[in-house]
C-alpha cells in the first residue's frame, strides 16, 4: 500500500556532510507534514525537523542553523541535508510522512514511517 523508502545514510567525518532522502508510493492524495526524527544508542527519539504542507520548517535547538529540511511535492519526498555534523548526531535517521491515501480502497488518513538509515559521525 503505501511504503516511505529512505537512502542517504552512511558514515562521515565530523565537519563532513550527508543528505538524507524519504521517497512515499503508492495511492497518494496528498501530504501534509514530513519530518525526521532521530534516535542515538541509549537515548529516546527525538524530532529533528518539520515541514508543513504550505512550506513552514521546525527545527530541533541542536540542528538549528547545520540541517536543512525540504520537499519534493510532485516526488512524494523529504529530504534532510545535514552539514557540519557532529558525533553526537550519530544515530538512526527515521523519517514520516503525514499523507492521505488509498489504502484497502478506503481514503485515509495517517502517519507513516521510513524504515530508518544509519548516520555515523566518526573520524
Known amino acids: 500500500q503505501v511504503q516511505l523508502v529512505e537512502s542517504g545514510g552512511g558514515l562521515v567525518q565530523p565537519g563532513g556532510s550527508l543528505r538524507l532522502s524519504c521517497a512515499a508510493s503508492g495511492r497518494i492524495f496528498s501530504i501534509n507534514t514530513m519530518g525526521w526524527y532521530r534516535r542515538a544508542p541509549g537515548k529516546q527519539r527525538e524530532l529533528v525537523a518539520t515541514?508543513?504542507?504550505?512550506?513552514?520548517?521546525n527545527y530541533a535547538d541542536f540542528v538549528r542553523g547545520r540541517f536543512t529540511i525540504s520537499r519534493d511535492n510532485a516526488k512524494n519526498t523529504v529530504y534532510l541535508q545535514m552539514n557540519s555534523l557532529k558525533a553526537e548526531d550519530t544515530a538512526v535517521y527515521y523519517c514520516?510522512?503525514?499523507?492521505?491515501?488509498?489504502?484497502?480502497?478506503?481514503?485515509?488518513?495517517?502517519?507513516?514511517w521510513g524504515q530508518g538509515t544509519q548516520v555515523t559521525v566518526s573520524s
Open positions: 515541514i508543513t504542507g504550505g512550506g513552514s520548517t
Open positions: 514520516y510522512q503525514n499523507l492521505r491515501a488509498l489504502v484497502f480502497d478506503v481514503l485515509r488518513t495517517d502517519d507513516y
